[in-house]
């Protein structure tokens, strides 16, 4: 079983930084996909960033480039989302998720594996 859990959300003011990290469980060693995505309240789940299972690629929603950075640490099994510059817009639940390594990092049908959520809201 792989089971995404994120942590480190919360409350922030505008400009401000917040750093999400998001542990993988999972059984066996094998490389995944890893991404962040954001669902506000009445709209779809939208994806903020993804990363190749190595690493060396990764993705950006035009929202959030030059403002957040996504990373990860495969012998920690953790990916971590940097977001800087926080705007009361990038308020909303954030999942982390992960998918088959062979599975396109960009692409939200690229997820087969969600974690719970954490809320991050952005307000002075």
């Known amino acids: 079983q792989v089971q995404p859990v994120e942590s480190g959300g919360g409350l922030v003011e505008p400009g401000g930084s917040l750093r999400l990290s998001c542990g993988l469980s999972?059984?066996?060693?094998?490389?995944?996909?890893m991404g962040w995505f954001r669902q506000t309240p009445g709209k779809e789940r939208d994806i903020v960033s993804g990363?190749?299972?190595?690493?060396?690629?990764?993705y950006y929603a035009d929202s959030v480039k030059g403002r957040f950075t996504i990373s990860r640490d495969n012998v920690k099994n953790t990916v971590y989302l940097q977001m800087n510059s926080l705007k009361p817009e990038d308020t909303g639940i954030y999942y982390c998720?992960?998918?088959?390594?062979?599975?396109?990092?960009?692409?939200?049908?690229?997820?087969?594996?969600w974690g719970q959520g954490t809320q991050v809201t952005v307000s002075s």
């Open positions: 998720a992960a998918g088959n390594y062979r599975n396109d990092y960009e692409k939200p049908e690229g997820y087969d594996y």
């Open positions: 999972r059984r066996t060693f094998r490389p995944y996909i």
């Open positions: 990363i190749s299972w190595n690493g060396d690629k990764t």
